[in-house]
């Protein structure tokens, strides 16, 4: 069974700090992503992987960073955590990079005050 | 600009009846199309996909219509039941390029008994 997971679950920030959103997957996957996702813009991809130690920028990277030191584990960092970046974070795997399916974690509700 | 556009924000059917979520693209290059659930609090998951050469994907009470020279697509929920209440996503990737998923805005099914 496909499994991805995230933590935290929830987080709350302050504007300015510094915030790591972890992900985790046992599929043996070589593409990982992370993506927002917002009221009316569905979902918007941050940052993706091809596999350990590469990182690509998605469509909105601006304000992340993002990290693969394994074929397991994908981080995004904010460094500078800002209020419109208050949104719910999905990472997701898959085998190939477009057509194929991608399965994606639970979620991680992020709010920055 | 909204590379796939889902017309709808939100459907109510009711039970038994046939949803219909429809969706449309702009880029001629796309040539797979997934179709995603969510339900509340969890993570997007794959539902039913077609690859552009094909006009018709079925499997079960899913049916995906599609129509090239329109750039258009749709889904069918046949017999919805209240199970079936989540957020669909339409998405379209092309395969070639490495060209990532590209998601709608979502459409938000409620189906009352």
């Known amino acids: 069974e496909a499994a991805v997971t995230q933590s935290p679950r929830n987080k709350v920030a302050v504007t300015g700090g510094k915030v790591t959103l972890s992900c985790n997957q046992t599929n043996n996957h070589n593409n990982m992503y992370w993506y927002r996702q917002d009221t009316g813009h569905g979902l918007r991809l941050i940052h993706y992987?091809?596999?350990?130690?590469?990182?690509e920028k998605g469509d909105i990277p601006d304000g992340y960073k993002a990290s693969r030191p394994s074929q397991e584990n994908f981080s995004l960092i904010l460094e500078l955590a800002t209020p419109s970046q208050t949104s719910v974070y999905f990472c997701?795997?898959?085998?190939?990079?477009?057509?194929?399916?991608?399965?994606f974690g639970p979620g991680t509700r992020l709010t920055v005050l | 600009q909204q590379q796939v556009r889902q017309s709808s924000q939100s459907l109510t059917v009711w039970e038994g009846e046939t949803a219909i979520l429809n969706c449309s693209y702009e880029n001629s290059a796309f040539d797979y199309f997934p179709w995603y659930q969510q339900f509340p609090g969890e993570g997007p998951a794959l539902l039913i996909a077609i690859r552009s050469v094909s006009d018709k994907k079925e499997d079960g009470r899913f049916t995906i219509f599609f129509n090239k020279r329109e750039k258009n697509l749709s889904l069918h929920i046949k017999d919805s039941q209240p199970g079936d209440s989540a957020t669909y996503f339409c998405a379209a990737s092309a395969q070639t390029g490495g060209y990532k998923v590209v998601f709608g805005s979502g459409t938000r099914l409620l189906v009352s008994p």
């Open positions: 997701a795997s898959g085998e190939r990079l477009g057509g194929y399916e991608q399965y």
């Open positions: 992987s091809y596999g350990a130690g590469s990182t």
